[in-house]
């Protein structure tokens, strides 16, 4: 691969496939190229436009352009996930079902053309849970997913992530040997145009982030699956920043679930280097742990940048860095690894 001994893996990067548009029938996903040069991205009555068109780079669906990039930036190995506007969670069910086996078959070719350095995040239809536990059983055992891809479920279906409406799926997880990815979730999907407001994607991704930790932290949830294994991208929102009252809460708020103190459950949790103040970045490090934190950078993203270089730049111990450049993902995926 590269001329480094620890695996270079990136685990925060998504896939536009085209294979994959018009899949939800009348919803699309339908990609737009734009008289003026740009592009836009719908579904349903969402639109997306993209100012510089970047949403047309072969990378996001062009397997060997994405593997000749990697090869230019010395990245060996890369976990890729659909884009969070094709999770289709507000679509009737019958449709998300469908489509929700569609994009993980074509993220199974994606990565087939270098299984050595490709793998995929399943995606599932959230609202049908029954039909998301037979499809991330199908998505690990039959196509080869190496972990779990859930939108913020609090913005998606109004539930937060510790409802036992969602536990089956993480029973099936936990038996599956997969880390979940629980990436925030774009409002508005569910039908009416509205205008955009970037603090949606500024913010707002981030407070959904530290909602999911706290929700799942006081909520129980690794009471019930303690073998569970969450990764929270964009450096967990303020969940590192604010586990302090996060731990006051449980003791003197009531209807906290969680059995034990918060603390102890962090090695259940993992964060991506996606923190773009390398004080905030140095401090995440310092909160969980070498050992749980992996290199994600929302590759092609619009807040996308180097994350082995957000790495280096803290100068950190030899054997912290390689834990984080592609260690901890070597083990957490069990990466060169055959078999569920």
């Given amino acids: 691969m590269q001329n480094h001994i620890t695996p270079h893996v990136d685990i925060h990067t998504h896939v536009l496939l085209r294979e994959t548009m018009g899949g939800a029938g009348a919803l699309g996903p339908q990609l737009i190229e734009e008289p003026d040069g740009t592009a836009s991205f719908r579904v349903g009555d969402y639109k997306l436009r993209s100012r510089d068109g970047h949403m047309l780079d072969p990378r996001f669906y062009k397997p060997e352009s994405r593997l000749a990039d ?9 976990g890729v996930s659909v884009s969070p506007l094709t999770y289709l969670y507000w ?13 993980n078959e074509a993220m199974a070719r994606f990565c087939n053309a270098a299984p050595e350095r490709l793998f995929f995040f399943a995606t599932v239809p959230l609202q049908d849970i029954d039909a998301s536990v037979l499809e991330l059983d199908r998505a690990v055992t039959k196509l080869g997913a190496r972990g779990l891809n859930l939108g913020q479920t609090d913005a998606a279906l109004g539930l937060f992530p510790d409802d036992p409406k969602f536990w089956p799926l993480y029973a099936k997880a936990e038996s599956l040997q997969i880390p979940i990815l629980v990436h925030p979730y774009p409002p508005g999907m569910e039908g009416a145009a509205r205008k955009e407001n970037p603090l949606t994607w500024i913010a707002g991704y981030l407070h959904q982030s530290t909602m999911s930790g706290a929700s799942m932290v006081l909520g129980g949830v690794f009471d019930e699956f303690p073998n569970l294994r969450v990764i929270l991208p964009h450096g967990g929102g303020a969940f590192p920043y604010q586990f302090g009252r996060f731990e006051y809460a449980a003791s003197k708020m009531p209807h906290i679930r969680a059995r034990k103190k918060p603390r102890d459950y962090l090695p259940n949790i993992y964060f991506d280097c996606l923190v773009h103040d390398p004080r905030a970045r140095r401090y995440l490090i310092e909160f969980a742990g070498a050992d749980h934190v992996l290199v994600g950078d929302n590759y092609l993203g619009w807040d996308a940048v180097d994350g082995f270089a ?16 592609g260690l901890n993902c070597v083990e957490l995926f069990r990466l060169g690894k055959t078999g569920h």
């Fill in 310 to 325: 957000m790495v280096r730049e803290l100068a950190l111990p030899k054997s912290d860095e390689d834990k984080i450049m």
């Fill in 70 to 78: 990697m090869d230019a930036k010395a990245i060996d190995v890369m």
């Fill in 91 to 103: 679509a009737p069910k019958e449709i998300a079902i469908e489509f929700s086996s569609l994009q």
